[in-house]
């Protein structure tokens, strides 16, 4: 037999040797740590909720006095100009 060629592998194999679990490397988190790091999780994504909403908040006041400030100047220009035709 030829021993050039590179051995074949499918990719069934390599697969099931990626999806394999690792070996525990020690004791399994007792109730009571799994519990605290679910409460951590918990309040860590409360907080973040709780940032994005006053950022949110923040954002559509920015929005919104953007808006005004537009609507404002062209008031201003649409009196100019009507002023300018009056006067003429």
Do not use: K, T
């Amino acid at each position: 037999m030829n021993d050039l060629l590179a051995p074949v592998r499918s990719p069934d194999q390599e697969r099931q040797h990626i999806l394999s679990h690792p070996p525990r490397l020690g004791p399994r988190p007792s109730l009571v740590d799994r519990l605290s790091l679910r409460v951590g999780l918990w309040l860590l994504l409360r907080g973040q909720r709780r940032l994005n909403r006053s950022a949110d908040h923040a954002e559509q006041y920015r929005v919104l006095a953007n808006e005004r400030a537009r609507a404002e100047r062209e008031r201003g220009s649409v009196g100019e100009h009507l002023l300018r035709h009056v006067r003429a």
